[in-house]
């Protein structure tokens, strides 16, 4: 319904978190960089900790989606 209104290219409110639609705050960065130095430093454990709906999953999601690159 709104898709076609707002000429949208895909539904932005869907059941799964999408990376796509990830806002990167300035936390949300410092995360991805932990993510980032501990897998390429071979870290054992990382741990994303945050309110529910912060983003912890969506983040993660992106930085895997981006791990290739």
């Given at each position: 319904?709104?898709?076609?209104?707002?000429?949208?290219?895909?539904?932005p409110f869907e059941?799964l978190?999408n990376?796509?639609?990830?806002?990167?705050?300035s936390?949300?960065?410092?995360?991805?960089?932990?993510?980032d130095?501990?897998?390429?430093?071979?870290?054992?454990?990382i741990l994303i900790?945050?309110?529910?709906?912060a983003?912890?999953?969506t983040?993660i999601?992106?930085?895997?989606?981006?791990l290739?690159k």
């Amino acid at each position: 319904m709104y898709e076609k209104h707002f000429s949208f290219r895909c539904k932005p409110f869907e059941l799964l978190p999408n990376p796509d639609f990830l806002f990167q705050s300035s936390t949300h960065k410092k995360a991805i960089t932990y993510l980032d130095y501990g897998v390429k430093e071979r870290i054992g454990f990382i741990l994303i900790t945050g309110e529910i709906g912060a983003g912890k999953t969506t983040t993660i999601r992106n930085f895997i989606k981006n791990l290739g690159k």
